[in-house]
């Protein structure tokens, strides 16, 4: 199972790299993003070893990032590849 918390990291680094974006979209799965994060701080390492953090962020990516999105955002893209774990051979 991949590491959530792994997966956070690099989608946070995704949107540093953006940070100048300012759309309704960005803020908000931001915010999201920075949500489940501070969950994780303190849940129980039970739960963290499920796939409850992980579902959690795949409603949120496909709540904020379309398939339009992904084909015409940059930053959208890249997020979604670190979600489906594309770059992995």
Not at 13 to 39: H, M, P
Not at 53 to 74: A, P, R, S, T, W
């Amino acid at each position: 199972m991949r590491n959530i918390e792994l997966i956070i990291v690099e989608m946070f680094d995704v949107l540093n790299k953006y940070n100048n974006t300012e759309s309704e979209k960005y803020i908000g799965f931001k915010r999201t993003l920075i949500s489940l994060r501070d969950s994780i701080f303190y849940s129980a390492p039970e739960l963290l070893k499920t796939n409850w953090f992980f579902n959690k962020l795949g409603i949120n990516v496909n709540f904020y990032i379309k398939e339009n999105d992904y084909n015409n955002i940059q930053w959208c893209k890249e997020i979604v590849d670190i979600f489906i774990n594309k770059n992995v051979n």
